[in-house]
């Protein structure tokens, strides 16, 4: 092809034909030009491709990461919820003492602690190649809520609440429980004097302002997790 280009040049420089000549120079040299604009459009488009496929597959891993944290954070606020009834009977002095064999079920709900482990795998490794990969702004902003600000809060208040089973439900229970099955039961040898001779009142109290605000705390995150799972593209298990 470049010898039939050449051979083109020759004769229109041998025959003097200048003005052409000139005319086929600016057309080889459009040519060229286009041949790149194609070459560049193609690579543009490929690059995209490849961004759309790796966009649709970590947002694929982090559609999946989020329902599980969503199954997790509602098991919890389940446990707490339960928490939070069995601690307002507690507090209730006439409702505790006319219902004596219940207390010990009720203090079993009361006393225990839940963890909470955010799948963050995916949105890390999003991250990493840059949050810019995904082109919803909606989603980039949602996705940065979850996990950047609501996953470190619920976080801290479900700490606050092991940090009370072991700095203040522990040496109680230590002193006085005779029986203890982890959010099944705790039983103490004499229920009114447990109430009345320790700091049990107080601290069941405490717990319950703790858990009530842990139950906000974790409905605020379920919710981002829902306005998230909302953004997410409706064809991430499509292929192409």
Same mark, same amino acid.
């Given at each position: 092809?470049?010898?039939?280009?050449?051979?083109?040049?020759?004769?229109?420089?041998?025959?003097?034909?200048?003005?052409?000549?000139?005319?086929?120079?600016?057309?080889?040299?459009?040519?060229?030009?286009?041949?790149?604009?194609?070459?560049?459009?193609?690579?543009?488009?490929?690059?995209?491709?490849?961004?759309?496929?790796?966009?649709?597959?970590?947002?694929?891993?982090?559609?999946?990461?989020?329902?599980?944290?969503?199954?997790?954070?509602? &098991?919890?606020? +389940?446990?707490?919820?339960? =928490?939070? $009834?069995?601690?307002?009977?507690?507090?209730? !002095? #006439?409702? @505790?003492?006319?219902?004596?064999?219940?207390?010990?079920?009720?203090?079993?709900?009361?006393?225990?602690?839940?963890?909470?482990?955010?799948?963050?795998?995916?949105?890390?490794?999003?991250?990493?190649?840059?949050?810019?990969?995904?082109?919803?702004?909606?989603?980039?902003?949602?996705?940065?809520?979850?996990?950047?600000?609501?996953?470190?809060?619920?976080?801290?208040?479900?700490?606050?609440?092991?940090?009370?089973?072991?700095?203040?439900?522990?040496?109680?229970?230590?002193?006085?429980?005779?029986?203890? &099955?982890?959010? +099944?039961?705790?039983?103490? =040898?004499? $229920?009114?004097?447990?109430?009345?001779?320790? !700091? #049990?009142? @107080?601290?069941?109290?405490?717990?319950?302002?703790?858990?009530?605000?842990?139950?906000?705390?974790?409905?605020?995150?379920?919710?981002?997790?829902?306005?998230?799972?909302?953004?997410?593209?409706?064809?991430?298990?499509?292929?192409?």
């Amino acid at each position: 092809m470049i010898k039939f280009f050449r051979n083109i040049r020759r004769r229109l420089l041998v025959e003097n034909r200048f003005s052409k000549y000139l005319l086929y120079a600016i057309g080889e040299i459009v040519l060229v030009v286009i041949g790149i604009l194609i070459a560049l459009q193609i690579n543009t488009w490929n690059e995209a491709r490849k961004n759309n496929t790796y966009e649709r597959e970590i947002l694929s891993q982090i559609n999946e990461n989020l329902k599980q944290d969503r199954t997790n954070l509602i &098991e919890i606020k +389940n446990w707490h919820q339960r =928490a939070y $009834i069995a601690s307002e009977k507690l507090v209730d !002095d #006439t409702h @505790r003492n006319n219902n004596l064999d219940s207390v010990p079920t009720w203090l079993g709900e009361v006393v225990h602690f839940s963890r909470f482990q955010s799948l963050t795998n995916s949105y890390e490794a999003l991250k990493s190649a840059g949050l810019q990969n995904v082109r919803d702004k909606e989603l980039r902003k949602s996705l940065g809520v979850y996990y950047d600000d609501k996953v470190p809060h619920v976080n801290k208040a479900l700490g606050d609440i092991e940090y009370a089973f072991n700095k203040q439900w522990l040496p109680l229970m230590e002193a006085h429980a005779t029986n203890f &099955e982890f959010r +099944n039961i705790l039983e103490v =040898a004499d $229920i009114p004097r447990f109430f009345a001779e320790t !700091d #049990t009142w @107080r601290i069941v109290m405490l717990n319950r302002d703790n858990i009530g605000a842990s139950i906000a705390n974790l409905e605020e995150t379920i919710h981002s997790i829902d306005r998230t799972l909302s953004l997410m593209p409706t064809d991430l298990n499509t292929t192409e």
